[in-house]
């Protein structure tokens, strides 16, 4: 099973009737994913950071809204929130969570790669090093060094 996979199977009982925004969603497949399982509106929001990484345009889906930008710049909430490996990429991963916290009514998925470790703590790279092809993966964080963080900016009732 898929990190995609993982993150439906978390959401599916209760995505209907609610409003989605999937969050560096390159194609929004989740976005499309949201709407099919009864979501009222979904939303793309991605930076385009794609672009960098030789990709090729996504295609858009029908009834996906689609916005291209900073998410720090993203306003209003939305009930679900879907942050699908988006949080390596932040200049400031405390700033882009407390930005999560403030946009998530309900729920938020969070996927994300980690670093072995028992302590709370995140791993800083320089450009090059957190991936081999990504020059913008700059942090990876132990599970609790991510569950403290989450706590910290407000998110209750976190699991794996």
Same mark, same amino acid.
């Given at each position: ?13 209760? +995505?209907?009737? @609610?409003?989605?925004? /999937?969050?560096?969603?390159? /194609?929004?497949?989740?976005?499309? $994913?949201?709407?099919? %399982? ?7 929001? /991605?930076?385009?950071? &794609?672009?960098?990484?030789? &990709?090729?345009?996504?295609? %858009?889906?029908?009834? +996906?809204?689609?916005?291209?930008? *900073?998410?720090?710049? $993203?306003?209003?909430?939305? *009930? ?8 390596? %990429?932040? @200049? ?11 946009? =998530? ?10 670093? *072995? ?13 957190? %991936?081999? @092809?990504?020059?913008?993966?700059? $942090?990876?964080? =132990?599970?609790?060094?991510? =569950? ?13």
């Amino acid at each position: 099973m898929g990190f995609q996979d993982i993150v439906q199977a978390a959401l599916e009982p209760y +995505v209907a009737g @609610r409003t989605v925004l /999937d969050v560096g969603g390159y /194609d929004g497949g989740q976005a499309k $994913w949201a709407l099919s %399982h009864g979501a009222t509106e979904a939303v793309c929001a /991605d930076s385009g950071q &794609w672009e960098q990484y030789g &990709w090729s345009a996504p295609n %858009h889906h029908p009834g +996906v809204i689609y916005w291209k930008g *900073d998410i720090l710049n $993203w306003e209003p909430p939305y *009930d679900i929130v879907i942050c699908q490996n988006v949080i390596y %990429h932040q @200049r400031n991963p405390w700033q882009f969570l407390e930005k999560m916290r403030a946009l =998530t009514r309900e729920r938020m998925a969070l996927s994300t790669t980690f670093i *072995d470790g028992a302590v709370p703590h995140w791993a800083v790279y320089r450009p090059g090093e957190g %991936h081999s @092809r990504s020059r913008t993966v700059a $942090w990876r964080p =132990t599970p609790l060094g991510l =569950t403290t963080l989450l706590e910290a900016v407000g998110f209750g009732g976190v699991t794996e």
